[in-house]
């Protein structure tokens, strides 16, 4: 398995509350990815980085924000976390952009926002 | 949108008979992937099939890729308990970095 740890894994916080999620690599990986799953929508696209420092907004952007200062770790950071925001989130990693190479997934966050 | 539509929604098949999903798409792409997702774990890879290649192999996968109806499927041979899951297809950007997930196939394999 690529060496992917996303924290944490569960987390219950309120309305209102900042909330940052953390995902670490040791593959020295270009891309990272960061995914929401909700029942009925699949997996959709939040942020995305294509280098340190690099990032690009995805399909369901608003209210969230990402840093990248190293290449091993992306953050993920809610700024004011909603109940919409309520969902599982997925961090991927790949070597390749554009679709060409597999992208390799951390297990997961469940982040209930109360 | 170059999301790719998976169907079936849901299937279930007696153990040892083959699993067949497919995978319908609006653009041209560059790959389409495949991956399997277990209850409550992250996404696996599975198998990645270039928009010039029409078949692909990987142990009891098969994949086909018709460009020209813009649709893929997945077979599952012999199937096992173990490959009860849910399966999704996904497809490049061609003009960035991302690639968009189907709300994927749930399969239920019967003992």
């Known amino acids: 398995d690529a060496g992917i740890t996303q924290s944490p894994r569960h987390k219950v916080t309120e309305t209102g509350t900042p909330v940052t999620l953390r995902c670490h690599q040791t593959e020295n990986h270009r891309y990272m990815y960061w995914y929401r799953q909700d029942p009925g929508h699949g997996l959709r696209l939040i942020h995305y980085s294509y280098g340190v420092k690099d990032t690009d907004k995805g399909e369901v952007s608003d209210g969230y924000s990402v840093s990248r200062s190293k290449t091993e770790d992306f953050l993920l950071t809610l700024e004011s976390a909603t109940s919409s925001q309520t969902s599982v989130y997925f961090c991927?990693?790949?070597?390749?952009?554009?679709?060409?190479?597999?992208?390799?997934f951390g297990d997961g966050t469940r982040l209930s926002i109360l | 949108s170059q999301q790719g539509e998976e169907d079936p929604q849901a299937l279930s098949i007696q153990e040892g008979e083959n699993a067949t999903m497919n995978c319908s798409y609006k653009t041209s792409i560059n790959n389409l992937q495949w991956y399997r997702q277990n209850s409550g774990r992250g996404l696996v890879h599975l198998i990645l099939?270039?928009?010039?290649?029409r078949e692909k192999h990987s142990g009891r996968l098969r994949v086909t890729l018709d460009t020209s109806k813009k649709s893929s499927s997945l077979l599952i041979t012999a199937s096992r308990a173990a490959d009860t899951a849910s399966y999704f297809c996904a497809t490049d950007g061609r003009r960035d970095d991302k690639i968009i997930f189907g709300k994927g196939t749930r399969l239920h394999i019967l003992p």
């Open positions: 991927a990693i790949s070597d390749l952009g554009r679709g060409e190479g597999p992208q390799h």
């Open positions: 099939i270039r928009s010039n290649e």
